[in-house]
């Protein structure tokens, strides 16, 4: 079974920074997406970042793009998510979601992942305004 271990998150003003870092157990295919969702109170999960392990293309929902950044490293299987420019609306908890899969899921983007993924235990991003 894979586990995704998340690190990082916490208390930050808005206009500052944190990151996130994940790192899974092992991949169990060469075929390899992580991504990042999170939920705030009273909403649905939703999509954050992804990226394709393999070939290192990245997604973004429109809310973030531009100030959050997903990187991997490939050695440690680890992802990142670099948050800049945090807004109080970020708020929210962060999740970890990882699939064996060649192209990022229609139901990340849509449905906030299913059972199906793989999850880390969530961190919480709180930014003050």
């Known amino acids: 079974q894979v586990q995704l271990v998340q690190s990082g998150g916490g208390l930050v003003q808005a206009g500052g920074s944190l990151r996130l870092s994940c790192a899974a157990s092992?991949?169990?295919?060469?075929?390899?997406?992580m991504g990042w969702f999170r939920q705030a109170p009273g909403k649905e999960r939703e999509f954050v970042s992804a990226i394709s392990w393999s070939a290192g293309r990245t997604y973004y929902s429109d809310s973030v793009k531009g100030r959050f950044y997903i990187s991997r490293d490939y050695a440690k299987n680890t992802v990142y998510l670099q948050m800049n420019s945090l807004k109080p609306e970020d708020t929210a908890v962060y999740f970890c979601a990882a699939r064996a899969s060649f192209l990022v899921p229609q139901s990340w983007f849509t449905d906030g992942g299913t059972k199906d993924d793989y999850w880390g235990q969530g961190t919480q991003v709180t930014v003050s305004s």
């Open positions: 092992e991949r169990t295919s060469s075929s390899w997406i």
